[in-house]
């Protein structure tokens, strides 16, 4: 008979799969609450044109690669097939409720010490530890002005295909979405324009074509170096921003300092004249839009790439510390800083590929379980003593990793010093050890 299990996880996308597949491996019973009906979040609804920007080879669950029939970089529907694969070879909905949403997560003691009582449709039960991985894009961030406009308004998550638009088309935001969006209007000879308020280096898909991570030479070398290497590659396939009408200079070349856009395409139709750059946007009334130039013109439709809020409608926020709305976190952004017995998995998104990173994310979540079952409690007020507190989700892969590494070295000691200890540890001893 299967032990009942002590840890439940929010939400079966690609983060709640890891996770349940991960902890389950290493040994801890965990079930999974899924909203709807089906695995995989978000990759049942995206934009139609959708495709993977990091290759396939890197952009895999742990033991498990895609098929060796599928291109270098999959499309949402391979990807989605993909994801429906991986739950299956592992048996993995037998430990998923659907049509579950968590209502409400209630700490038991002041801090969570003792447990979570998780509220699902009307049903209470009781949980040693909480795994939050229901996502960071689904609820869509749009500015004011959107109100104002009158014609076809279409958030990048309710885009699907062109046969959504009419008209003119203006795109507004300039991220990897925004520019497939783009991409998708002009390539259906749709008039399209992007608002692109700030300069931004974008980044091709493939260098001497290969994927920019899997060029050899350039991951031998030491970051600064690397980094500035790929800019003159950069440099060289793409040319600078005077070489695209209307593109405003990067604020910095610093690949590091700045979102990782990647796309060939938008450049591309830049220059056969499909899309156009226009600066921000200052006021809309009906279908007119009037620019940050002083320049207006009338649009049919708007697709807006702008972003998501982080949320947690099943926590009341007040028990968290939040700045720029999203989380405070420690332990390479798996733990809050307030709370103990909830952990985050997919709420840091070290660039590049993301799946292995939830698996990484959640085998530091088992250690810390296995540390806590041992004895050694408080972990989350111990690491938010000792460690930055950090709101950040896009963060550069080497940086997380080093914050990871440090945290699992700090994990060792602890279990050095506290072998068989069934107490809170001391945090000033704690502090002498590190």
């Given at each position: 008979m299967s032990e009942v299990p002590r840890?439940?996880?929010?939400?079966?996308?690609?983060a709640g799969l890891a996770a349940v597949k991960t902890l389950r491996d290493l040994g801890i019973e965990a079930e999974v609450f899924e909203k709807s009906d089906h695995v995989g979040g978000h990759w049942h609804h995206d934009y139609d044109a959708l495709h993977l920007i990091t290759p396939k080879n890197s952009s895999c669950f742990d033991g498990y690669p895609m098929p060796e029939s599928y291109p270098l970089y999959p499309s949402r529907d391979q990807?989605?097939?993909?994801?429906?694969?991986?739950?299956?070879?592992?048996?993995?909905?037998?430990?998923?409720?659907?049509?579950?949403?968590?209502?409400?997560?209630?700490?038991?003691g002041a801090q969570a010490e003792e447990g979570w009582e998780v509220t699902v449709n009307q049903q209470t039960r009781r949980y040693q530890g909480v795994l939050v991985a229901n996502g960071?894009?689904?609820?869509?961030?749009?500015?004011?002005?959107?109100?104002?406009?009158?014609?076809?308004?279409l958030h990048s998550c309710q885009y699907r295909n062109?046969?959504?638009?009419?008209?003119?088309?203006?795109?507004?935001?300039?991220?990897?979405?925004?520019?497939?969006?783009?991409?998708?209007?002009?390539?259906?000879?749709?008039?399209?324009?992007?608002?692109?308020?700030?300069?931004?280096?974008?980044?091709?898909?493939?260098?001497?074509?290969?994927?920019?991570?899997?060029?050899?030479?350039?991951?031998?070398?030491?970051?600064?170096l690397q980094n500035a290497m790929t800019q003159m590659l950069i440099m060289a396939s793409l040319g600078n921003w005077k070489n695209y009408p209307g593109m405003p200079e990067p604020e910095s070349w610093d690949l590091e300092k700045q979102p990782p856009v990647v796309n060939n395409l938008l450049l591309?139709?830049?220059?056969?004249?499909?899309?156009?750059?226009?600066?921000?946007?200052?006021?809309?009334?009906?279908?007119?839009?009037?620019?940050?130039?002083?320049?207006?013109?009338?649009?049919?439709s708007i697709l807006w790439a702008t972003g998501f809020h982080t949320r947690l409608p099943f926590l009341e926020a007040s028990l968290l510390s939040w700045q720029q709305g999203v989380p405070l976190r420690t332990a390479a952004m798996?733990?809050?800083?307030?709370?103990?017995?909830?952990?985050?998995?997919?709420?840091?998104?070290?660039?590049?590929?993301?799946?292995?990173?939830?698996c990484q994310q959640t085998r530091l979540i088992a250690r810390l379980i296995q540390l806590q079952e041992g004895g050694i409690t408080h972990l989350a007020g111990l690491l938010a003593g000792q460690q930055p507190h950090d709101a950040r989700i896009d963060i550069v892969r080497r940086l997380w990793q080093q914050d990871y590494d440090d945290t699992w070295r700090t994990l060792d000691l602890l279990e050095k010093v506290h072998p068989q200890r069934r107490a809170t540890p001391s945090l000033s001893t704690t502090a002498r050890i590190l």
């Open positions: 840890y439940c996880i929010i939400g079966a996308g690609a990807v989605r097939h993909y994801i429906d694969s991986y739950a299956d070879h592992f048996g993995l909905r037998q430990h998923i409720t659907f049509n579950a949403p968590v209502e409400r997560l209630t700490p038991l960071h894009l689904w609820d869509p961030a749009l500015p004011p002005e959107a109100e104002r406009f009158s014609g076809i308004s062109p046969g959504q638009l009419q008209g003119k088309v203006l795109v507004v935001g300039c991220g990897n979405s925004g520019c497939d969006l783009a991409v998708d209007a002009a390539q259906h000879r749709f008039e399209t324009d992007v608002v692109i308020r700030r300069g931004q280096v974008f980044q091709p898909k493939a260098l001497f074509g290969l994927p920019r991570a899997e060029l050899p030479f350039l991951n031998q070398l030491p970051p600064e591309y139709w830049i220059q056969h004249g499909r899309i156009r750059v226009r600066p921000g946007i200052l006021a809309i009334e009906g279908k007119r839009v009037t620019f940050s130039d002083g320049t207006c013109a009338d649009y049919d798996t733990l809050p800083t307030t709370l103990e017995n909830l952990y985050f998995v997919g709420l840091a998104a070290p660039r590049g590929p993301q799946w292995p990173v939830y």
